[in-house]
């Protein structure tokens, strides 16, 4: 059983930065893949960035590259989500994520284990 719990999710101006920390607890394994997914209010979940369990690749999607950086600190069980440069349409409830794999994988019916979100805010 893994419990991941999101945090730093606020209101920020367009330009401006935010950082997502995903905490995770119980019967965790640094050998996950770490992802971020998003949904805005009346759009589907969407992929955002995932990272695999030694930090060595990632992905992201087209929307958010060169904005979004994800890194993971294994030894302290967390995954962070650097936003810079945030938009109106980052506006979503970010949701961090895990699976088991040990190859990027983009997917969300590949992720078991799913925070509870924090919501992002972006104004212009």
């Known amino acids: 059983q893994v419990q991941l719990v999101e945090s730093g999710g606020g209101l920020v101006q367009a330009g401006g930065s935010l950082r997502l920390s995903c905490a995770a607890s119980?019967?965790?394994?640094?050998?996950?893949?770490a992802g971020w997914f998003r949904q805005a209010p009346g759009k589907e979940r969407e992929f955002v960035a995932a990272?695999?369990?030694?930090?060595?690749?990632?992905y992201y999607t087209d929307s958010v590259k060169g904005r979004f950086t994800i890194s993971r600190d294994n030894a302290k069980n967390t995954v962070s989500l650097q936003m810079n440069n945030l938009k109106a349409e980052d506006t979503a409830i970010y949701y961090c994520?895990?699976?088991?794999?040990?190859?990027?994988?983009?997917?969300?019916?590949?992720?078991?284990?799913w925070g509870q979100g924090t919501q992002v805010t972006v104004s212009s």
């Open positions: 119980g019967r965790t394994s640094s050998r996950y893949v």
């Open positions: 990272i695999n369990w030694n930090g060595g690749s990632s």
């Open positions: 994520a895990a699976s088991p794999r040990t190859t990027i994988v983009a997917a969300s019916i590949n992720y078991n284990y």
